[in-house]
């Protein structure tokens, strides 16, 4: 039987300068639903807390009159989830349900989402629910040109958050919204309203692209960030699947900037839940049961400047039994496919 699952859920809200993420996390604040909430940011100035009302301050965690408790980084977002649970457990602090992670405008949100997926003390007691990240409707073309961080941002998030449409006729630009689905075809892409509260519920199960056996969404106009969505037919032995983690962590390492996936289990008969960011992959998570009627396993990958062929030539290395020859070079790779 599959345990209930415990863990504190996660979002980690990124965004560049200036897309308002910050507009969006005070807004989702003030509303009554998420008073049970922490919230993790570099600076606590970042948040606008004085217009949020402080209730108490110590050391570095504010207590907000919503309820929600702010937290300041320690020397390492390992240190402050490790610090906000310890001071949790010991009802020193509300006892908070979920966690927002805001990350600053130029950050790689991939450091934070190793330490999510694969530390030992954090993936115990957290788990990654989505990442979120916002888009300036009105500027975000230009930007994605400009900054590779922005692509990054964009690319590995479940949710996309459009700002600021009411300065643009409350429309997202046609072209910017081809680009963001042609970057991360997985991710559900939503125009918010100035003062609409994002929808943050945790418990959203990753968006698979289902609509082919494999297909490729490039765009090299975006420095070769491309996704790439695999259909697979036959159930995945656990041996298969460990050599498939093993093999594009190892070939195409910090190219692969996120990994989703759905996958059947023989074993099991049931699926996993399987994510990965660079080269840490989180212990596949065991569902219950499938999300929808569609059955079949479903991987998508984005990555950047990896050749989609040999990509797709790594599908073979789920079909390994233990003991199998597994390939150590892209070069291989093709070969074994060939």
Known sequence: MTQPETRIPVTLLTGFLGSGKTTRLNTTLRDPRFGDAAVIVNELGDIGLDHLLVAKSEDNIVLLNSGCLCCTVLNSFKDTLAYLYERRARAEVPAFSRVFIETTGLADPAPILQ?????????????????????????GDSTLDVHAEAIKQAAVADLILLTKTDLIGGECPPALLSRLKVLNPTASIVALAPGQVPDFAPGRMPRLVEDAHHHDHDSRHDHSVAAHSFIIDHPVGWAGLAAWCELVREVFGDSLLRCKGLIEIAELK????VQGVQRVFASPERLAEWPSADRRSRLVCITKGVDAKALHASLGVLKSEPGT??????????????
């Open 325 to 338: 020859y597994r390939p150590t070079s892209i070069a291989e790779l093709m070969a074994t496919a060939s």
């Open 115 to 139: 330490c999510l997926l694969r530390d030992s003390f954090v993936s115990h007691y957290y788990r990654l629910d989505q990442v979120v990240t916002t888009v300036d409707a009105l500027l």
């Open 270 to 273: 049931k699926p996993v839940l």
